[in-house]
């Protein structure tokens, strides 16, 4: 017998829950991606040399697996998968999953750093616009936001380059500077030189995500400021600032958090277009390239850890909106 | 005199026009006093409480007139000055304790703030502080209940924590604005009967808005009357209960629904017929929750709720049947089930000896009207359209016979046909429930099922649409199954009425009978807690049924 008490054993439930559907989806999702990949193209034509011999084409082909059926390369690839392994790159001749996981930590390290700039400059300004939504200040806020909505992310990366980096030379254009190794990963934002180098390219990635912020937080006030308890609490005599950031702010923290988990998934598929202008090495440009080559293994391992990278994220949102907000009882979803 | 207001005018610039919302009033409150102000929806009674305490919002503005607190003018006072009288001199309670605790806060934290904002103490004294308060309130283990969050409270026990919160720094006055409208009858009675005692002890000036006169009988010291912004009457409760001066007043308390007109018909023909009917709202199953709830030793907390127990009932054609119960009594359920909204799970269910069921819906014959008419109809459909959809559908008639239709049912309902092409929201509250009742009798139904429809209204508003469904009652022998919380209306206009309690009918009857003399412990302590103007004290009398 367990012995546990509700809260937990609910916890318990909603997590076996979720393992057992992010398995098969991983599953459902690794068929279709195999499927589609299979349909594409044939990656003999992209990847053996014309003018190679019939004898050394049949050799490659057999060589690579694809001498087999859809099936058959689908069955050895769920073996191997189960253990770990998800392929050899056919241009790069290493385990795909390691070619993804050399440049995860860069993407990571972009996509992390634009939604910190997001939420630590969209909550606070989105705050002022939605305490005081006339004034000049707030109306300001809120043009700037519909332009960092609507201006393509490319253009702008261009525009940023050619003002910091090619007029005022304030900041590098290009790569990531100086990095350090933890665990065998390379990061620069513990370099001066990599936050140089982050700063551009994560600037340009915040743009989109930074003008949602600002929208949603703008919006919440809005909506939470006229409700009885924000009236209640002033008349309980509290002071403006328990009541914006005790009363208001984390009640209105309940959606953000779940628009800012989707967003870093989006953010992630997005990084492809910043990554390419900055040269910024991210796993974006790593898809780019092999989708080219049609590098059938690397695309495959991509999609599967986007996947698991977006389930990861969704469920750390959800167990975050059930610590935010009481109300909700985890096990109900 | 612990408050004195001279001249006040409180009015909200709009683009369009200036709302005079507070239209030139003179109130006084001396120090322990119980003062009750009733009036209608937009009298300017909450308006004026904000005033008081300087909380209204934009656009709305103090334009004349002082408020004199303690013999000081607090109409000049800044916002700093304010902050530290609000809380501390003057507490305020809202109606909605759902809606005026912070959902995402626990009580804790909701109420050491609210006394360490005005004392200078540690966070421990200011705890003990706070338990002894809910304590005060009568809420039981409060050490342990003071952990938790809003929504694991009942709505009285969320009153009662606002309460304690508006008394925790002994205030000199408390403003109440409807505090008891969301509550059932036997808590309302036990949150009347707890702030009395509170402010009799503490000698708190108390002022008490509320649109049910019936509730300020027992409770309050003096009544003022408000309508169109101004005080009307003003006296005491003996005086304005018994001898209203004003015509409003009179029209006021004639709207209160008093005993009972109709008489239980003596027929024996059954409409509809439901036998052992059983509603259980399910968990949701998983794998992986079956899996845990197998090796779990405390197997109840897993437990579905039935809001229907194994019930039976007949309803007698052309009879208005009054269907009674607290809130969480299933009457609800049962009304959903009965119209085919909801699905049983066990039990039959017969209209004229033909079996129902959710799966198949085979007849328009049983329709449904809603509380709340302010989101029952569709905010982008013109009137016609609402109520001319179903019978197009149904093909009772095709689209161009519809504005004949239509304007058929609007007369009946009181409405005139020449409104059809308006849109729902140029209606007032009444106005939009007669046409929700209109949508609804567009397809002929033989039995209507009302379902709170007139809990969201005001007492004159109320009483038009009670008499609109006697009348049509009687014209168009319709069988009328009125689901209510409200004893007193339902007394008013049902024939027979069933009493609910915890998904089960205990007592039903004769209404005259059953409202007389009362046979069920329950309904003798429904009875026995409802508010009514004839007497004079709170009817606390109930310990038997507590909030649960």
Request: aromatic share 10%; glycine share 6%; charged share 20%.
């Amino acid at each position: 017998m367990l012995f546990i008490n509700y809260k937990n054993l609910s916890m318990l439930i909603f997590l076996t829950n979720r393992i057992i559907q992010s398995f098969i989806v991983l599953l459902i999702m690794s068929l279709l991606v195999f499927a589609a990949v299979y349909a594409i193209g044939n990656p003999i034509d992209v990847l053996i040399n014309p003018e190679a011999s019939e004898e050394e084409k049949i050799k490659t082909i057999k060589n690579l697996g694809l001498d087999k059926s859809l099936f058959e390369q689908y069955y050895i690839f769920l073996q191997n998968a189960f253990k770990g392994e998800l392929g050899y790159s056919f241009v790069h001749n290493r385990p795909a999953i390691s070619l993804i996981l050399e440049r995860l930590p860069a993407t990571l390290e972009l996509t992390i750093s634009a939604l910190l700039i997001a939420i630590i400059i969209g909550i606070p300004l989105g705050t002022i616009a939605g305490l005081n939504p006339d004034n000049f200040i707030s109306k300001s806020i809120l043009a700037m936001s519909i332009f960092f909505f609507s201006l393509p992310t490319f253009w702008v990366g261009l525009i940023l380059i050619m003002i910091f980096a090619v007029s005022y030379n304030f900041f590098p254009s290009t790569g990531r500077g100086d990095t350090v190794e933890i665990f065998g990963f390379y990061f620069s934002f513990l370099t001066f030189d990599g936050l140089k180098h982050l700063a551009l390219p994560s600037i340009n990635l915040a743009l989109y995500p930074l003008a949602l912020v600002i929208r949603l937080t703008f919006a919440g006030i809005q909506e939470t400021l006229p409700l009885d308890f924000i009236k209640f609490a002033r008349a309980k005599g509290l002071s403006r600032f328990r009541i914006i950031y005790y009363h208001l702010l984390k009640y209105i923290l309940i959606p953000i958090v779940t628009v800012i988990g989707l967003q870093f998934s989006v953010l992630i598929a997005f990084a492809v277009i910043t990554e390419s202008i900055f040269a910024w090495p991210g796993m974006g440009r790593l898809i780019i390239e092999s989708i080219t080559l049609l590098d059938r293994p690397v695309i495959v391992a991509y999609l599967l850890v986007t996947v698991f990278i977006f389930m990861l994220v969704n469920l750390i949102v959800d167990i975050l909106y059930s610590l935010l907000d009481p109300r909700i009882r985890i096990s109900d979803k | 005199m612990i408050l004195e207001i001279k001249n006040l005018k409180t009015h909200f610039f709009t683009r369009e026009n200036i709302v005079k919302a507070v239209d030139d009033i003179n109130f006084n409150i001396s120090s322990g006093e119980i003062h009750g102000i009733a009036g209608e929806s937009g009298s300017g009674k909450s308006v004026m409480g904000l005033s008081i305490i300087n909380l209204l919002q934009e656009p709305g503005k103090i334009v004349e007139g002082k408020i004199y607190f303690n013999g000081k003018d607090i109409t000049k006072l800044n916002e700093k000055k304010m902050k530290s009288i609000r809380g501390k001199k003057i507490s305020m309670i809202f109606q909605d304790a759902t809606m005026s605790l912070n959902p995402i806060l626990s009580i804790e934290t909701q109420m050491i703030e609210a006394v360490l904002a005005h004392n200078k103490i540690s966070y421990k004294e200011a705890k003990n502080l706070a338990v002894q308060s809910l304590i005060e309130v009568g809420i039981k283990d409060a050490e342990i209940k003071i952990k938790n969050y809003p929504h694991e409270f009942s709505g009285g026990m969320r009153q009662r924590v606002a309460i304690a919160i508006a008394l925790i720094n002994k205030p000199d006055l408390i403003i109440a604005d409807e505090p008891t409208t969301a509550l059932d009858v036997t808590t309302q009675a036990q949150i009347l009967y707890l702030t009395q005692k509170l402010c009799k002890e503490n000698n708190t000036a108390l002022i008490w808005i509320t649109h049910d006169l019936s509730v300020l009988s027992g409770l309050v010291d003096k009544i003022s009357i408000m309508y169109n912004g101004k005080i009307v009457e003003t006296g005491g409760v003996d005086n304005i209960l018994d001898n209203p001066q004003h015509s409003y007043t009179k029209k006021l308390i004639n709207s209160i629904p008093k005993g009972n007109i109709n008489e239980e018909r003596k027929i024996d023909d059954n409409v509809i017929n439901i036998q052992n009917l059983t509603k259980i709202y399910e968990k949701r199953n998983t794998f992986a929750s079956n899996l845990f709830t197998f090796f779990q030793a405390n197997k109840h907390d897993l437990k579905p709720d039935k809001a229907i127990k194994n019930l039976s009932l007949n309803i007698k054609r052309g009879e208005i049947l009054g269907v009674v119960g607290e809130s969480g009594c299933g009457k609800s359920t049962l009304g959903k089930i009965i119209s085919g909204i909801l699905e049983k799970n066990s039990g039959n269910i017969f209209y004229n000896q033909k079996e129902i069921s959710y799966a198949k819906k085979t007849s328009l014959d049983i329709q449904m009207v809603f509380q709340d008419p302010y989101s029952s109809l569709n905010p982008r459909k013109k009137i016609i359209d609402i109520i001319s959809e179903a019978p197009i559908v149904h093909k009772i008639i095709n689209k161009q016979q519809s504005k004949e239709y239509v304007s058929k049912f609007m007369n009946d309902c009181g409405i005139s046909p020449d409104l059809m092409f308006r849109y729902p929201h140029q209606f007032s509250g009444g106005q939009r429930q007669r046409i929700a009742i209109a949508r609804s009798l567009a397809v002929n139904p033989s039995v209507l099922i009302c379902d709170e429809i007139v809990s969201a209204l005001d007492v004159s508003i109320q009483a038009q649409i009670l008499n609109l469904i006697l009348k049509l009652n009687k014209t168009k022998n319709l069988t009328i199954v009125f689901i209510s919380h409200d004893l007193s209306v339902v007394n008013y206009i049902s024939n027979r009425v069933a009493v609910m309690y915890f998904g089960e009918i205990v007592e039903l009857g004769n209404s005259k009978k059953v409202f007389s003399q009362p046979s069920h412990s329950y309904t003798k302590a429904l009875l026995a807690n409802l508010p009514n103007i004839k007497e004079r004290n709170i009817n606390y009398k109930s310990t038997l049924y507590t909030e649960g």
